[in-house]
Every structure is written in C-alpha cells, then in structure tokens.
C-alpha cells in the first residue's frame, strides 16, 4: 500500500475567500478582497439569463495563453458578452484567474468559467501512463495517482479533466490503447472507478479547491475502431456493446463521474456525438445519469465528414436532441442554436436543461463562492512526497515476462538473470535509456523533462552508492533511428559486461491520440542491434519502454530475461533500476493480451469458443506442411496456420522473483440457488526465497447461454503478500447477479445453469471446477 500525505493540511493553502465573497481583480497577485455574490442558486441564475448568454454556457472554447497579457481582445469580449461557458488548454494560475476575473466581475450574472486540461496520468508529476497504472492491478495507486494529478493542476485553475478513458482496448495497433486500462470490463471499472473517485473525492461538492471534474470517455466502443485506426468505424453488436463495453461507464456513473465525452467513431452507422441511442437511451434513461455530456473536439462537426449530418446546422440540431450538453472548440451550437429555436426544431426548454447541468457542476465545484486559485498553491506542484509516490506506482506497474537462466555456462551458474547480482558489470545499451521526454509516454504535456530521472540517470545514482558499475551506449540515437553506426562501441561495451540491459521500445509520440501503427515490431535498427549484442554471448535483459504491446516473436528467444516498463513517467528510471536490481520486487501484470504477430489482432482472453476451438484438434504449423499436403488432412480449427492461437503472453501474466504454488480450489457446495452466495478459495504458497506480492485472479464461465459466452471472465482479484514459504487460502465471493449479462434483446438477466470457475495466476492457467446455479 502506497502511503501519501493528501495535505489535507501543511503544504496545501486553502483560499482565503470566505463563502458568499469574490475577489476584486486588483487583489489576485497577493491578496483577497470581497465582493457581493449575486447568485442564490442554479435555477434561480438560470431564470436570469438570456437566451444568448444560455447558449454561452454550452460552448467550450480553446485558448493558448502563458500570461494575462496574451489573453486576445476577442476572448476578453467572448467572455464579457457571455459567449462562452468553458475554456480548454489553460495551464497557468495567471490566466485561469485573469479569464475567471473577467467572467466574474464583468461578464453577466458574474457565472464562473470551467477551465480545463487534459490532466491524463498526472500534471507537472507525471505517473505510467494508464496501461501501465493498470498493470499495477492495484486501484490504491491510480486512485493517487489522480488524486495528486488533481491537486498540482488545480493549483493552475484548473478544475476539469479529461480523464479516465475506458475504451476496452482490444488491438495493440491502436495508438489510444496506451490511454487506456486495457480489454477487461472488470479491470477496467475497478481502475476507471479508482480515477475518479482520485479526481474528484468522494463528494465533489465537498468544497476542497483540490479537487477536479472527472470525464469518463469515450461514449462508446472507441476502442473497437476498426483495423486499429484512430477516428475510425465500429460495429458492435447490442449484447457485446453491453456486456463488454458499456459496463466501466456504468461503473463510473455509479461513482459519481461529472461529465462523460462522447466518440469521435460512428457506431454501428450513427456518429457518437449525435447519437440519441447512446446520450438519451443508454445514459440519460437506462443509467439515470445526471451530469453533464461534452463532446469531443470538433466531433459535433465532424459528424458531416462522418455523412450523418447535412451541414454544421444539421448536426448542432442532431445533436442538441440526442442530449449533448456541451460542445467542444467547435461553434455550431453557437452559431445555430437560437436559428433552430426560433424555427421550432428545438425548444428553449431543451437548452435550460443542458444549462442547468452546467451551472450546477459549477455549484458542485465550488466555483461561485471561489472562482480564483490562490498563488501560494504554486508550492504544491512537484512535491517530493508526490515523486515518491509516482515511483512506487511505477515499480509496480512492471512486468517481468521473461526470466531465465542464461545458456552461458559461467553466467548460468548465477541462476536466473534478474535481480543483478551485486558487483556485475553492466552494459547499458538502447535508444530509451536516456529519454527523459519519452519515458513520460503519451498525454504528459505539462509534464518537464528536466524533472525526469532516466534508466541512466539512476544507475550513475546506484553506481554512486556502489552497488552497481556500468558503461552507457547508446548504439541508437532514437527508437525509429536506423543507422548501425553505433552499432561497434555497443558491442564492445556487451564484451566487457557481465550482463546487458537494453532499453528500448518506442519514443512518447509512436503512441497515443491519432498515433496507430499497422506495424507494431520494434521500430527502427532495434531489431538488428538486439541480434548483434546476443551474439557477443553476454546475457541480455530487455526493458521495453512503450505504450502497447510489441511484437517480439522473431526476437523474444534471444532475450534472457524482458521486462516491460510501458511509459513509466517521470520517476520510471529509479523505479526500473530498483526492479531490476531486486531493491523491489516485480509485481505487475499485463492487463491486455499480448499477441505473438500482429496478424492476430484484435486478441483478447474472453473471446468465444467457436464451434471448433483450436485446443480441440490437432493442430500443425504452416512451415510443416508436407509438399501437396490435402485440404482436409491437417485439422479444421480457429486458427491462424503460421502464428498458432496462442498468444505470447496471456491476459493477467507476470512473473516474480519467487515461486507461487496454487492449490486445493475447492467449493462448500456446487449446487447452489439462485439466492446463496457462490463461495470459491484457494491455497496460494509461495514456494520460493523472495517475499512476493501474487495477483489472485478469479475467472469465471457461463457454459451455455440464450446468447454464446465468453471461455472466461475476470470476476475480481485480490492482491496477496507472501513472505517465503508462507500460503494463504484466498476466498472470492459472488451472488448470481454477478453472473447476469444482457441476452439478444439486451435484457439484464441472469440464466440459471453451469458455470466454470477458476483461482489463478492469469488467463491461461488453472484448471476449473464446474458449479450449478438452479
């Protein structure tokens, strides 16, 4: 467990306004001064306003801005006039106060502004992206993670994010894959829950200037892009857009989210930003949701591109009636709205009631009473506490995948690879050892670099304490660099060394927003490097640096022992070094599946079974075909002739420095009804000489349903410390409406039947027991 200081009190200044008071513009550099609030309530506000000012609020503007001064004379008379609720891209105290001070104390009715960042994996502190917070399976620390993400950009004004993303990501080609938890429902939920409840608290309302709006996104099936193409077409099915990707929206409307965005995709023929099925049937109606829906940028508009809306009018019509509440940088809302109201399409009626979301998430904020931001809290940001805290996230968001005994004789007798032994000579070699920019990975763009600490940088601290000698080379310049000519004194550098570690992977911008890749290999020399170094003998320890999977299958066999350390942020190097050199103990686990080609993709664990599961039947690889081999002799299976159907390594899959033994699965009673609680445990040991941190996964399958089920799913988890030689029984409980799932006619039922049930350390592992639910 993480243990943090949330400064509740000591650093954090809490404003010195009191409640009912405003500052005067005058006073925002040093001091406070109190003005008259002229507001009783959102409703009441609301019954003031003009049509024009109305129409205002559901506008979000886009402004780059370092100081007060590069404020443009046209914001300044947006903002007078009313024209605009919400300003996006703001990072600095001095502008949120400035734009706040001209809303406040010039604009009508003196309504505060919502100011708001893409605040991802933290603000000036920056964390693993959040496909590596979710290999941590550890909802305590994205829960900090966000909670301190929170306070250092709120110490910028800033009181809105765009954050968690919840897209279930199936497809290692997609480049958002890093942004978000990856392709469990359940994993994803637990950790989009973990965000936001860091973001905003347990009550937003609460009054705690610290605090900040969440957004889940992206509404919905994002994730499902086709061929991993960014912005591109879905398809889904009703029962998988249920049971698979709606349930971490359910889960985070449940946790209170203030605002979910709607996609850039069009799904199933309808563009998500106009969509009435996905704003007021499934949120509005099925989840009861009450905050407020904003739009991707420039979505609304880009619902023409799309083909589902005529023009720019059409589509600010389309979408006003499908429930979007707010539009973001685009203006067709701005520019159409009171036109479509004066012709009836749309009644001003329907514009108060996307007001009044807006205007009493800014009550929840407290930003009637405070809209400005104290300077003193500039003190908060890059707290030590808060570099502390991102370097134990990041060691647990590691993944050791591969961990052996190095064929050379002399280094063999040393066992396994990882940990370094104490006095080994280290040869330092790879294009990401020194990147203080890419190691903080997609979305970090508040993050600053000189506050990184590199792989380099943390060996020459460790080289200083002297428990570890080593000599840099690079042998690339950059992850897609091409040129060999490093190539010799990296190879000289392996002669010398005991052992190599290579980082490597890919730079911050081959991932992310609109970054997909049909290629997901190594990129650049890397390839041919990493062949070079094992030929010098010399064990070789990979650490990849990246935000998605990366096929590896013609490369792995080479590699003595790999790690993935995805983006780790700004405290990734000493969190790598310490992993590495058994200071901590490797804990996380892959939260995707990781594919061996990337001609497997999309690939997932809780696929279907097909009518001929390729387990089921013999199976031989292409390369082994005899000459004239006949259509029907070699096996008729789901899979792929030259990759198998194995992926390289499973959803949940992660070793340890120590061995854990799973035993004695075991039930009270196998036939249950409907209302008794499904009890099901297991004995984990762990067998080895290392203390060990074990993910206990619980999985389970619904053998035969109205509508075909997946081979398993993750029900929950439990993270359980063992010491050496030391077992545990660990218990999971479930009731049948854990077991429920929306049929054909997306009904939510639940089916008696048999299930399986599986305690395991990942999703290939374990044998099942079979329970009867009447």
Known sequence: ??????????????????????????????????????????????AKMTLSQKIGQLQQSHLEAVTAEDIPKEVKEAIRQGRVGSYLN?????????????????????????????????????????????????????????????????????????????????????????????????LTSVMGVASVM???????????????????????GYGAAEAGRDYNTTYIPEPLLHNQYLPPFSAAVAAGSASIMTAFNDLNGVPASISSYLMDTIL???????????????????????????????????????????EMVST???????????????????????????????AQLGLFEQPYTDIARQAEKKHPK???????????????????????????????????????????IGPMVDAAHDQMGTWAMDGEKQDSITVLQAFEQAKVKGSVQYRYVPGLDFSRDKSTKGFKKAIKAAKWADVIVYVGGEEAALSGEAHSRANIRLPGAQEALLAALKQTGTPLVVVLMAGRQIELHDVLESFDSLVMAWHPGTMGGPAIVDVLTGVSEPVGRLPVTWPKMGGQLPMYYNHKNTGRPPQSRPFIMMDDYPLEAHQHSLGHAATHMDAGYLPQYPFGFGLSYSEVHYSDLAMAKRVLARDEAIRVSAVVKNTGLRPVTEVVQFYVQDIAGSVTRPVKELKQFQRVVLAPGEAKTVTFELSHKDLMFFNAKTQHVFEPGAFRAWIAPHAAAGKPLTFTVR
């Open 1 to 46: 467990m993480i243990i943090l200081s949330l400064f509740h009190g000591g650093l954090r200044h809490g404003l010195l306004v009191t409640k009912g008071l405003r500052c005067c513009a005058a006073a925002l550099a040093v001091s406070l001064c109190t003005v008259p609030l002229a507001w009783a309530s959102p409703e009441s506000l609301l």
């Open 90 to 186: 703001i990072n600095t105290v001095a502008v949120a106060n400035e734009l706040q001070r001209l809303a406040v104390e010039e604009g009508p009715h003196g309504v505060p502004l919502l100011v708001a960042r893409d605040v991802i994996h933290g603000y000036k502190t920056i964390f693993p992206i959040p496909l590596g917070q979710a290999a941590t399976w550890n909802p305590d620390a994205v829960e900090q993670g966000a909670r301190i993400a929170a306070i250092e950009a709120s110490a910028d004004g800033i009181r809105w994010t765009f954050a968690p993303m919840l897209d279930i990501s199936r497809d290692a080609r997609w480049g958002r894959i890093a942004e978000s938890f990856g392709e469990d429902p359940y």
């Open 198 to 220: 860091g973001y905003q608290g347990k009550d937003l309302s609460q009054g705690d200037s610290t605090h900040i709006a969440a957004t889940a996104k992206h509404f919905l």
């Open 284 to 326: 509005r109606q099925e989840l009861a949701y009450k905050g407020v829906i904003v739009s991707d940028w420039d979505s609304v508009v880009e619902t023409v591109v799309h083909g589902g809306a005529e023009d720019n009018k059409d589509a600010a019509y389309k979408a006003a009636k499908a429930g979007l509440d707010m």
């Open 332 to 362: 067709s809302y701005a520019d159409h709205l009171a036109a479509l109201i004066q012709e009836g399409k749309i009644s001003e009626l329907e514009i108060d009631q996307k007001v009044l979301r807006i205007l009493r998430l800014k």
């Open 386 to 428: 808060f570099h502390q805290t991102a370097k134990e996230v990041a060691a647990q968001s590691l993944v050791l995948l591969k961990n052996d005994v190095p064929s050379h004789k002399k280094a063999a007798k040393l066992g396994k690879v990882l940990p370094l032994k104490p006095g080994q000579k280290v040869a330092l």
